[in-house]
């Protein structure tokens, strides 16, 4: 359970702050389907994990953003009244903090190019970002997380060819927006 647990944490919390927007909520969500999965599931066959542990994110997204939707209803006047001084309590990127994987393809290549590399990515988040919330979900599963059709829409709990859709959807419209930027990949 716990290699798994380590082999989906990166992904999943990259996942989880595609959708949220939010580092904070990002890495409380990411722990809460790694608990629940722990708790729930830890003696289901290790063929299974992926699925189960791909439902019980998405199912937290969205309990985070119902539970969002209900704080926002009653505490909006209150918060109103709160002065911001403007100041950033972003610190740094998790993923930072990771060690690098010695067995990276990538680890021998010259610092030019991990930086284009960086820079590449960085524009390939935030165009991800953009997108509509399904889409997203959608090109992650099938291209994140390497699932296929069957099982991404099992995870998302629709048909296979709104998976397809919602993949061809997110692929065309990155290609554009990347094509703008002059990336052609």
């Known amino acids: 359970m716990a290699d798994f647990l380590g082999q989906v944490e990166r992904r999943a919390f990259k996942h989880a702050q595609f959708a949220t927007h939010d580092t904070q909520a990002a890495l409380d969500i990411v722990q809460d389907a790694m608990l629940k999965l722990s708790e729930k599931y830890s003696q289901r066959p290790l063929e ?14 969205k309990d985070f953003f119902r539970r969002l939707k209900v704080r926002t209803l009653w505490t909006t006047p209150i918060s109103s009244l709160i002065l911001h001084n403007g100041e950033s ?29 960086s820079k590449l990515i960085e524009k390939i988040e935030e165009c991800l970002k953009k997108l509509p919330a399904r889409q997203r979900e959608a090109f992650l599963l099938r291209y994140w997380e390497e699932l296929d059709v069957s099982a991404a829409a099992k995870a998302m709990g629709c048909s296979e060819g709104s998976v397809k ?3 061809s959807r997110a692929t065309h419209w990155l290609a554009e927006e990347l094509k703008k930027e002059g990336i052609t990949l």
């Not at 610190?91 to 990276?104: H, Y």
Request: charged share 30%; hydrophobic share 30%; with cysteine.
């Open 48 to 61: 299974e994990l992926p699925m189960l542990f791909q439902r019980i994110l998405q199912n937290t997204i």
């Open 89 to 117: 309590d972003d610190l740094q990127d998790p993923l930072e903090s990771f060690s690098a994987d010695e067995s990276n393809a990538f680890s021998n290549d010259s610092p030019d190019k991990h930086l284009e590399r």
């Open 165 to 167: 859709t919602h993949c």
